[in-house]
């Protein structure tokens, strides 16, 4: 059973939950993303994610040994949706278990800003009057450039 | 023989998913400037990240007969 | 379809998550306790909740409260399980929805401290060797005195 | 006649959920004191928060019949 997945099918949360859960764990801290319709005011009508999948894999992987160095009991699962989504549909589901909840927390936050940085993956809006492929959501100078934020240690 | 992979914007613009260019002991720098200087992406390249063989890579990587270069513009999942 | 509630019966994160998706929503963050077997080496065989049904109700609201004063456009869920329970089984499952992540995160996190805090809710350990009923987990000064931390606004 | 109710430690040691006490007109402080005495609980009750009809009150509150006074030892749920 993979911890980290790409797919064209809908995300179901407890896909995520179940593979984190063990004895030691007594926090779950889940992130999902959804497909938003109405964003200040404007209207979405469907999402397009595009991923370069086998890379976007990797990254996720890498995302989760960085977790797995920062937070050495927290177990992390992460599933992201390709292809059109309807709105209210998961695009990407995070969840990460821990003895504790405080590292659950920051571990599963740490996973959506890193997923935000790193994950070759690309949305594009279609609204009523256009598309359009987003990107740099978080405003990282060190996109402009080119160049990788370093995450981990 | 490099294949040069596109994504999201750099592909619509460029009107194409992947490119197969004969060359080989090349940094991507240099790929960039001899052949992808005809698409008009300079700003969009100018962005992106790249990775080589579906790692992240540094513009001074030279670039081997069979790798694949993937030019990564700003990413927008989750 | 109540927001929030007390049950003797397994608890599904998706009975919460369902209650707070609208077309508004971009992130869900969710928090949900386990019942852990080891802790530090030692073993629980099973948890116990007991609560002040009604109150605990009450205060779940309120806690629902506190965050939409907090957090205008976050919608929030929470369930707590009363009775006992098996490893790895759900105490308590808490989502959030918001527009954004980070109010999301924010009133999740916020929940569940304010769980810990002011909702009559007891747990009673059962291990091989004996059973204990916990309390003042969260080592706070101000119950030592029988006085209740204010949250809100 | 006022209905006084207790939970988890609290209750194991008191060997009862639930108390009825011929009082009306005093404060939740005097009730502690003059009948709560007799179960050694002195300790699990400062710690205890309380609440009357089930919201947080001080101790000060005065009981009127029909009330519901809840003792609420440290909570742990979660």
Known sequence: MRQYWMTKDPIQI??????????????????????????????????????????????????????????????????????????????????????????????????IERIKEIVPIWKKEHWEDGTKWMGDQKEQVAYHDGKLKRGGK | MIQVLLFAGLKDKVGSSSLRIKEENITIEEL????????????????????????????????????VVAFVPPVSGG
Chains 1, 3 share one sequence.
């Open chain 2, 32 to 67: 960039k400037r001899t052949h992808l200087g005809i698409y008009g992406v300079e700003e969009l390249l100018q962005q992106s990240m790249v990775a080589v063989n579906e790692e992240y890579a540094e513009m001074d990587t030279i670039l081997k007969t069979g790798d």
């Open chain 1, 14 to 111: 407890n896909d995520c939950i179940e593979r984190v859960i063990r004895p030691e764990a007594g926090a779950i801290s889940t992130f999902i993303g959804i497909a938003r319709e109405f964003t200040e005011g404007k209207r979405t009508l469907y999402l397009e994610y595009e991923a370069y999948v086998p890379m976007a894999v990797k990254q996720l992987e890498r995302i989760g040994r960085e977790i797995q160095d920062k937070w050495p009991e927290a177990r992390t699962s992460i599933a992201h949706r390709i292809g059109d989504l309807g709105i209210s549909e998961i695009a990407v589901a995070i969840a990460v278990s821990s003895p504790h909840r405080d590292e659950a927390f920051q571990a599963s936050r740490y996973a």
